[in-house]
């Protein structure tokens, strides 16, 4: 690596003229590259996945399973699901993918996310790609204006995932049932559904914002012995919040391509009983 | 020399001397007007770590080669640099951690203004210290009429294992790589001390009409904050700065001002002034 | 004729350990202008390696404690050799310097009902230790300075400046007190160590230089407090780090001020002795009171062997006792793994020596057969993280290997009880570790930093009144003498071989005479030589011969170290940092050797092989170590003289049994 005695003039950061006079960006010898770059394949991926499944509007339902990205289905143009997730309620003038109006709350939740803010802002804005490694932007506000200001409003994207979880925990128990809808029975599908909504409650309750309505706003923990309790398991699923955000985002992209197949036809539910 | 003391029967018996081994040294060398990373070939004993060998460098080839260093076990924060581009202490920095054919590069801090070889200009810390307003004691509670419990002390208590090395500091890019940052944000460490405040069961700030959550946000740049870890990271003294400290410095920001509600009514009250 | 930098202020404090910063706490809170000048960067000094707690009898843990208690531990613990108006003191104000603290923003270990948590130490009877898990020194030396930052921020309410009233010059380090009368005009010849100005004359400043720039500067005040810290950078295996070079007691001995009982240093029993790297690096002693035990490469519980016969009524005849204790402290005996650390550090060297030490010449300390691995994780954080990575060693699964280290030096320059003043100098302060007296042979764990709050506070009173006394009238106040200003000036050049780079100019001094005649010396060489000797032939057990060879020695290196030279420049240059600390520490190993080859008896931190028992008659004496005034390169630089201490109060002495006080004062003093 080339390490001159000038400093590169007028450049800012670590090659600033008060700084040591260090040519290269970083000075890092292990593969740093790997974690961005790895994390921005990952959501690239899902991107592309999810795109594609929530403009579909077709193949998201096959009985007993609804995908997960349909749930609740808000729109008059959605699939007839029996004793499912059909909630008429803006009617017949939504003439897009039902999936665009429900979408938008996880989507929310996950983009304004504390840990997803971290990956995409490694991965895709390289700020910083990874720790010191120069980022190559001229300026940085942060979280300071709009628009990253909004990141803020997690706390409500959290409230309202949390019912869209509870729906999605009704579609699991509706998953209970056989093709002609008698309950009381298990297939593949069902396994896949609650692992899923496993992951999504344990996401959706690791979440920082969760963790500070719970408990982590008190300043005197000895006064409310239920809440601190509380705090410190949310707080024990909080250090998995990483591995619960991507165990989750795979499982529910799982559970949407089962349904698909299912419902192309490309093979039948494997019944348990 | 007689060999009478308990400390000197010792020498002789360790396992070190079989395992020496010549190492190469990168060592950046100059001062503010420049300077560049000078080789060294250095011998390495069995069970040193990196601020041994920049004093062996010291008594045998580069006597003038300035580095601070203080208590050499990891607990006053001093010999803070930059090991194969990663921030880390050189005291806790093990040479065991390398392959005996790599070169080694050892840089200051590309954080701060540098003043000599491995020396920098840390007054940026201790400027943005004086600037957190300090505890305010309870009013009407007399020294030794502190009562507390330890549930309610541990968060802070983890805040102040803080041995104020400044590597979070230094990794952190809002500064690192953006020099005109430094004048409206804090920095992670006293970020931290922020939150340390806020979770203390006795501090009164609130009371004599001091608002840390608030002057977080406003005085000490919380929302630069990006929450991409690299402080975390760093820490060598494993302190969990993100998710123990930012993140719910943010979520207590949040509690106050970013109430969708509560920001609509303060914009539209701005606007009519 | 000299051309520097000079600021006035009412106080100043040298050293920004828990002495200094409590003293500049009090000078400024107290109305004085203050300022702190320290080695390292405001907030890094030794005091934060301090781990297990601070002694102070709260009484929350045991209601039985009180202060009389604690200063008997004290005087037990020191041998009666204690300036006993200081172990007083420290025993009464300690819980107050300790309260205080959460006032300010500490936050220690609690107990169920939310008092301050205290823990069990050696030599003290009653769990004593204010404490923090084993990070104590942090949470001082952070809340000091916390505190400082808030009287700053106080100032910039009220001046608009954060440094009006108290400022830290961090990483300055001070060569020289200046004084208004007398003191040195030789000028900036080859003397290394000056006259000493035994002279009478006021303290009027410091002479300092900055180590960033190498520039030098002077602090007027009519008051300066000596808070460095220890000596320990004389020895090879110490637990202490590279500022503990004896700046103060060598400052207060130029200055005139004589050292008290310099021969009492203590080794702590319990420092890494693997990876060599580390070696000396303290293993708090709350491993041990939280449960930790010693043993032998033969499995044995060896301590049990080595209680002597002052102590046999207090300590546990058996492991069995002794492990009770843990959980029935009022019906048992302590184990003697908790006896005064002098006790536990020389039996740790006899089984060393007697071939049933570790594989790396120690012996083990195990805690992990007697804890579970979590909850030692909990009470000692930082000595798991430390074994874990500096010497893969996992303390939750196997036992430590450990020797004794140097820690602490009990002896340090004399000063009264109460207001902390050095004598014969008017105007010179010192607290902390720097000062003598209070801890007589042998400190107890957790003393020390109730030692730096109690009389650091002290001496920050007493400096702000005495400097305050001189009124607003600049010319009232003790003026520095020019002479010894520039002789400093030229001292602190001459490393550089007579050429001082750009240097000369800032420091403006003309210096006579190029290097000595010999060959030139590399003060890192000299440094290791001394540590070695030191370590060698004035350590944890002293023979006659080897001081006398280790103070021909020191002879020897005095005369190399005038010819010490450094390559490079000013600017942030340790090797010329180093060779001007070699000054101090050469003067305070000489007073050292020279005492403990005067003392002939063991007790507490000196022991002799060659007079192996406590003489009472010894009790009574300090030793002194004065200048000489000798500057040829051969002669010895420090004179010793002996003084009888006073007899301890009658009131205090009631504290003791009679048949304890036997063990301890001689016949007359008993009638007394």
Not at chain 2, 170 to 179: A, K, N
Not at chain 3, 517 to 531: D, F, I
């Amino acid at each position: 690596m080339a390490t001159g005695t000038q400093p590169p003039p007028a450049r800012t950061g670590v090659r600033g003229a008060s700084r040591a006079a260090i040519a290269p960006r970083h000075l890092r010898t292990d593969r740093w590259w790997l974690a961005p770059a790895a994390t921005a394949a990952g959501l690239l991926a899902f991107i592309v996945y999810s795109t594609w499944r929530a403009f579909a509007n077709s193949d998201y339902y096959a009985a007993p399973y609804v995908s997960p990205f349909y749930s609740p289905c808000l729109a008059e143009n959605c699939a007839p699901m029996r004793d499912g997730p059909n909630w008429e309620i803006l009617g017949s003038w939504w003439g897009l993918s039902p999936a665009l109006l429900i979408l938008i709350f996880p989507l929310g939740f996950r983009l304004t996310c504390y840990y997803y803010r971290k990956a995409y802002y490694r991965g895709f804005w390289a700020s910083p790609p990874a720790c010191a490694v120069a980022e190559p932007h001229t300026a940085y506000t942060g979280e300071t204006r709009f628009p990253l200001i909004l990141q803020n409003i997690h706390r409500y994207f959290f409230y309202a995932a949390v019912p869209v979880a509870g729906i999605l925990t009704y579609d699991t128990v509706l998953s209970f049932r056989d093709e002609e809808y008698a309950w009381g029975h298990m297939g593949l599908g069902s396994l896949i559904f609650l692992v899923n909504i496993g992951l999504i409650w344990a996401y959706t309750l690791s979440c920082h914002s969760c963790r500070h309505v719970i408990g982590g706003r008190l300043r005197h923990f000895s006064r409310h012995p239920v809440r601190y309790r509380l705090w410190g398991w949310v707080g024990r699923l909080n250090n998995r919040h990483m591995q619960l955000a991507w165990a989750s985002l795979i499982s529910v992209a799982v559970s949407d391509f089962y349904v698909y197949l299912l419902a192309t036809g490309a093979f039948d539910d494997p019944r348990f009983f | 020399m007689s060999a009478s003391t308990g400390t000197n029967a010792s020498t002789g018996t360790g396992a070190g001397a079989s395992t020496a081994y010549e190492a190469k040294f990168r060592v950046w060398r100059g001062d503010a007007d420049g300077g560049e990373l000078t080789d060294f070939t250095v011998e390495v004993n069995d069970g040193e770590v990196v601020l041994d060998i920049i004093h062996r460098l010291q008594a045998t080839q580069a006597a003038d080669l300035a580095v601070r260093w203080n208590c050499k076990a990891g607990k006053c924060g001093s010999c803070s640099a930059e090991i194969n581009g990663r921030p880390r202490l050189m005291c806790m920095t093990r040479m065991s951690v390398f392959s005996r054919e790599e070169t080694i590069t050892v840089t200051p801090l590309r954080a701060f203004p540098v003043i000599r070889d491995l020396v920098t200009d840390v007054s940026f810390n201790y400027t943005k210290a004086r600037e957190v307003p300090s505890f305010v004691p309870p009013p009407g509670v007399a020294a030794g009429e502190y009562r507390m419990q330890q549930i309610d002390v541990d968060r802070s208590q983890e805040f102040r294992k803080c041995i104020e090395c400044f590597l979070c500091q230094d990794t952190c890019h809002v500064v690192r790589d953006h020099e005109e940052n430094k004048s409206s944000f804090a920095g992670p460490r006293f970020l931290m001390r922020v939150a340390e405040l806020d979770m203390h069961p006795l501090d009164a700030a609130e009371e004599s009409g001091l608002d840390r959550k608030k002057t977080a946000q406003d005085e000490h740049g919380l929302g630069y904050c990006n929450i991409t870890k690299c402080c975390t990271e760093v820490c060598p003294e494993h302190i969990k700065i993100t998710d123990n400290a930012l993140i719910p410095l943010k979520e207590r920001a949040v509690d106050r001002k970013y109430d969708p509600l509560v920001w609509l009514g303060n914009k539209i009250r701005r606007r009519g002034e | 004729m000299t051309q520097l930098e000079r600021r006035q202020w009412d106080v100043v404090v040298v050293g920004a350990g828990g002495a200094g910063l409590r003293a500049a706490v009090e000078a400024r809170e107290r109305g004085a202008r203050t300022a702190v000048i320290c080695k390292s960067l405001f907030g890094k000094a030794h005091t934060v390696m301090a781990e297990g707690g601070i002694a102070a009898s709260l009484g929350n843990v045991n209601a039985g404690d009180s202060w009389r208690v604690h200063f008997r531990d004290t005087l037990r613990g020191g041998k009666f050799l204690n300036q006993w108006r200081m172990a007083e003191l420290h025993a009464r104000e300690a819980p107050d310097r300790v309260w205080e603290l959460e006032t300010w923003g500490a936050l220690f270990d609690r107990t169920p009902d939310g008092r301050i948590s205290q823990r069990n130490f050696g030599g003290h009877e009653y769990p004593r230790l204010a404490h923090v898990g084993d990070r104590t020194g942090l949470e001082l030396i952070r809340t000091l300075q916390q505190k400082i930052v808030s009287l700053q921020q106080e100032d910039f309410r009220e001046y608009g400046d954060y440094e009006a009233r108290l400022k830290v010059y961090q990483e300055c380090t001070v060569t020289r007190i200046l004084k208004d009368t007398g003191g040195e005009t030789d000028g900036g010849s080859t003397a290394v160590t000056g006259t000493g100005g035994t002279d009478g004359g006021r303290v009027a400043g410091a002479f300092c230089y900055e180590r960033e720039s190498g520039r030098f500067f002077v602090l007027e005040a009519p008051a300066v407090v000596l808070a460095t810290g220890g000596i320990g950078k004389s020895f090879k295996v110490t637990s202490n780090s590279w500022e503990y070079t004896g700046d103060g007691h060598a400052l207060a001995l130029l200055a005139g001020a004589p050292l008290l009982n310099m021969e009492f240093v203590q080794f702590h029993p319990t420092g890494m002795v693997w990876p060599p790297s580390v070696k000396g690096i303290l293993v708090t002693e709350s491993v041990r009171g939280d449960g930790g035990v010693l043993r032998n490469s033969e499995g044995k519980r060896f301590m049990f062997d080595y209680i002597p016969d002052v102590f046999k009524e207090k300590y546990a005849e058996s492991a069995e006792e002794g492990d009770r204790w843990y959980e029935d402290p009022d019906r048992n005996r302590r184990p003697p793994e908790l006896l005064p650390r002098d006790e536990v550090a020389r039996a740790i060297n006899s089984e060393v020596k007697a071939g049933r030490g570790s594989p790396h010449g120690g012996v083990y300390l195990d805690v992990s057969s007697r804890m579970p691995a979590e909850v030692i994780r909990r009470r000692l954080p930082s000595m798991y993280h430390q074994f874990k990575e500096l010497a893969d060693v996992d303390i939750t699964a196997e036992a430590m290997e450990v020797g004794p280290t140097c820690h602490y030096v009990m002896g340090g320059i004399a000063v009264d009880s109460d207001t902390a003043a050095a004598s014969g100098v008017l105007g010179l302060y010192a607290a902390g570790e720097v000062a003598g007296g209070m801890h007589g042979s042998n400190r107890l764990g957790g003393n020390s930093l109730s030692d730096l709050l109690v009389f650091g506070r002290r001496a920050g009173l007493h400096a702000a009144e005495y400097a305050l006394g001189f009124g607003a009238d600049a010319r009232a106040r003790p003026a520095p003498d020019e002479a010894p200003i520039d002789a400093a000036a030229a001292e602190a050049l001459r490393p550089f071989g007579g050429v001082a780079e750009s240097g000369a100019v800032a420091g403006g001094a003309v210096i006579d005479g190029a290097v000595a005649v010999g060959a030139v010396e590399n003060p890192y060489t000299l440094h290791q030589e001394l540590q070695q000797t030191m370590n060698d032939l004035v350590g944890i057990i002293r023979r006659e011969g080897e001081m006398e060879q280790a103070l021909e020695k020191l002879a020897e290196l005095r005369t190399r170290a005038e010819r010490a030279v450094v390559e490079g420049h000013r600017q942030f240059n340790p090797g010329w940092h180093l060779a001007l600390d070699l000054r101090n520490m050469l003067l305070v190993s000489e007073c050292v050797a020279r005492a403990a080859l005067e003392r002939t008896e063991s007790r507490g931190g000196h022991t002799r092989e060659d007079w192996p028992a406590m003489d009472r008659d010894w009790r009574r004496i300090n030793l002194y170590c004065r200048l000489t005034g000798a500057t040829g390169p051969a002669e010895g630089r420090i004179a010793l003289t002996r003084r009888t201490t006073e007899p301890l109060r009658p009131d205090l002495l009631a504290l003791f049994d009679k048949e304890e006080l036997v063990k301890y004062l001689a016949e007359e003093e008993l009638h007394e």
